[in-house]
């Protein structure tokens, strides 16, 4: 199990649609709370900390609050650290140069300290994080029972600078690859195949020295009769970090056919990248940092030869003419040396593959695994004062969201009722009462005062809607609540929540055999804003270029308060689902000036649904049972196919509208 920070807080990556259970259950700016909750209710044999001090180091309160609520979890606790901070402070003193002052004094004042140069910015850390750096490694090192790091250099900065004990050495985890074919791979990326073929990797920021990296190639263009291709693969961080970089290399690019930058790209489709190319550069640049290159470990294992930087703290682990080729950083002439000579000499080429080979071997992702289990059963064994069971292996606490679930107390072999067994059912319903292409209306309420509301603007267009009383989810007994779950419930979910929830997949219930075809399903805080008898129109249209949608939104989008429209493009995983990445569920395409087909958006208010979406909703439900509110878990039911108007007939109403009309 692997608890993460939320994701709009964190940014977001690959690791969403990994298929080990996790749940997001921190955050760096409101504390650890629900994070004791969860391991609390887990009951962990051990706690393996991931830790990044280039997020961390500069928020004083979440380290302390970090460091607190690890003081009160009762497993032993073992923390990676990705990142050991070099210690500049007791070299460093302020300039002497007066200029230099004044612009350590302005930099110190800056607002937007990324704007300043490299150098200053170094000085300015030196200057005021490394106190705090200082103060996290003195008062957490009685807390984690060993630290990890990636090599030896950081083993040697962590104890000997900062005087940690129990330091370990675990190299960063390597996939190996069998190349594809090159040529065909060359053809899928539209590369000559003639071509000299140079690839780098990962996020933009100026720490990879793209710029300078763009000038070299340029020159070596310049030199060669073959022509050259070269490729930075990788876009901007989670975070935003590194977007003006970037700006500034789509700059400079911008004239060179022979230089491109991809921006993401899945992690399924790199190795075509890495078997078209002829070699890989990492250009970093010095930093204020020790730590292991995740992007060497990606690229040690590929069989093709790397080139990078020496003195940077990024790549100590891989050892210059042996298993890559390393040249001083931000030296030119080095670089273009280097790079002509692994291009000409075969043997230098072949013997850096072959050990880096090695390399990849001795540190495949298994014996990474083995090494760690081998730590924990360590640990829990000199943890005289954890009351655990014997700990069972590396998979019991990294398991995927099946085996999470099927391992609950009590939920492997307990067959559980139908969810139908739980639905509310309509009552005295009258005739059917929908327009033309929709056989019933429904307006889900609770309130009679909103519905009302609601009907009079419809029954102006000789709209008579059906009031399906909403289920009020705080009178729900907690043994039907205890069977609606997964069966646990997500950190967002309210007994309201649950009851909303409930009401709908009551009345697609109810649809669902009562025969329908087409239904509209609202919510009581709708507002009309044009003749809702167009949609017969518009189902019309939509019938004759898409025979197979399942649900209409009325509306583009979702409001705010303000009546601002929200589109949705984050993921809220379920713990029990297999999810696609987020390009899939994010997706926008145009079908006409009508409509957009959609893969997820924020509201639940006005729908139209076929009778095919509400088997797929109910079908959805009745396997993995409820976990995260309605509008948050329809983006996963499968195949399901949405359409969003582009123009609005019934939306959602503000809240701050729907206060002003309550009032009068």
């Given at each position: 199990?692997v ?44 706690v ?15 380290n302390?609050?970090f ?114 074919d ?22 933009v ?41 970037m ?24 190795p ?37 930087t ?14 890559c ?85 009590g ?20 005739q ?13 309420s ?10 009079r ?5 000789s ?74 129109g ?17 509306d ?47 509201g ?37 196919k ?10 959602h ?12």
């Amino acid at each position: 199990m692997v608890f993460a920070e939320d994701r709009e807080i964190s940014g977001y990556d690959d690791s969403q649609n990994s298929n080990i259970a996790f749940r997001e259950c921190w955050n760096r700016y409101t504390g650890f709370w629900r994070l004791l909750d969860e391991l609390r209710r887990f009951e962990p044999d051990i706690v393996h900390v991931q830790h990044e001090f280039s997020l961390f180091y500069k928020i004083e309160q979440t380290n302390r609050k970090f460091l607190e609520a690890c003081r009160q979890i009762a497993a032993p606790l073992v923390i990676t650290y990705h990142t050991i901070p070099i210690p500049a402070h007791r070299y460093w003193t302020p300039p002497e140069n007066r200029v230099q002052k004044i612009l350590l004094d302005r930099g110190l004042r800056s607002n937007n300290q990324r704007a300043l140069p490299a150098l200053l910015r170094r000085e300015i850390a030196a200057f005021v994080y490394e106190p705090a750096v200082r103060h996290f490694f003195e008062d957490s090192n009685g807390i984690f029972a060993r630290k990890i790091v990636h090599n030896k250099a950081m083993q040697s900065i962590a104890a000997t600078r900062y005087g940690l004990s129990n330091v370990v050495v675990i190299n960063h985890g390597v996939t190996t690859y069998t190349p594809l074919d090159m040529m065909m791979c060359r053809r899928k990326l539209g590369i000559p195949e003639d071509s000299i073929v140079i690839t780098s990797f990962g996020f933009v920021s100026e720490s990879k020295g793209l710029l300078e990296l763009i000038e070299v190639i340029r020159d070596f263009e310049e030199s060669e009769v073959l022509p050259v291709r070269f490729y930075h693969v990788g876009g901007l961080h989670g975070t935003g970090i590194g977007k003006s970089y970037m700006e500034q290399c789509l700059r400079k690019v911008e004239t060179m056919d022979s230089i491109k930058l991809t921006g993401y790209i899945p992690e399924e489709e790199l190795p075509v990248y890495y078997s078209a190319s002829d070699m890989f550069i990492l250009n970093y640049s010095p930093g204020t940092g020790a730590s292991a290159s995740g992007c060497v470990a990606n690229l040690i294992g590929t069989k093709r030869p790397l080139l990078t930087t020496l003195g940077t703290n990024r790549t100590d682990e891989i050892d210059h003419n042996h298993n890559c080729v390393k040249v001083p950083y931000n030296d030119k002439q080095a670089l273009l040396s280097a790079l002509r000579n692994l291009i000409l000499d075969v043997r230098l080429r072949s013997k850096i593959v072959e050990r880096a080979n090695e390399y990849a071997k001795e540190n495949s992702w298994d014996k990474i695994a083995r090494k760690h289990e081998e730590l924990y059963r360590e640990v829990i064994r000199k943890t005289t004062s954890s009351s655990r069971s014997a700990f069972t292996g590396f998979g019991s606490s990294l398991q995927t969201y099946k085996d999470f679930t099927l391992s609950i107390p009590g939920h492997q072999k307990q067959q559980r009722p139908p969810l139908t067994s739980y639905l509310k059912r309509a009552e005295n319903k009258p005739q059917p009462n929908g327009i033309r292409n929709v056989d019933f209306i429904y307006v889900i309420s609770l309130d009679k005062k909103r519905f009302s509301r609601t009907a009079r603007q419809l029954s102006q267009y000789s709209i008579l809607p059906y009031r399906f009383e909403a289920v009020e989810g705080f009178a729900l007994a907690q043994e039907i609540i205890d069977q609606l779950g997964t069966p646990t419930f997500c950190e967002e979910m309210s007994r309201k929540q649950l009851g909303i929830i409930v009401s709908h997949l009551s009345v697609l219930q109810d649809a669902y055999e009562s025969g329908y075809e087409t239904i509209w399903v609202m919510e009581d805080d709708v507002e009309v804003i044009q003749n809702p008898r167009v949609l017969s129109g518009l189902i019309d249209e939509l019938d004759g270029f898409v025979r197979d949608w399942d649900l209409l939104y009325t509306d583009i989008e979702s409001k705010d308060r303000r009546g601002k429209l929200v589109p949705r493009f984050a993921i809220t995983p379920r713990p029990n689902f297999p999810r696609q990445r987020l390009a899939y569920y994010s997706r926008r395409k145009r079908l006409s000036s009508n409509f957009t087909e959609i893969g997820m958006r924020y509201g639940s208010y006005s729908m139209i649904i076929r009778r095919s979406g509400i088997k797929k909703i109910l079908n959805h439900f009745e396997k993995y049972r409820i976990y995260l509110p309605y509008d948050l878990d329809l983006y996963l039911v499968p195949e399901l196919k949405q359409i969003s108007c582009t123009h609005e007939v019934v939306s959602h109403m503000s809240k701050g509208l729907l206060a002003k009309r309550a009032a009068k």
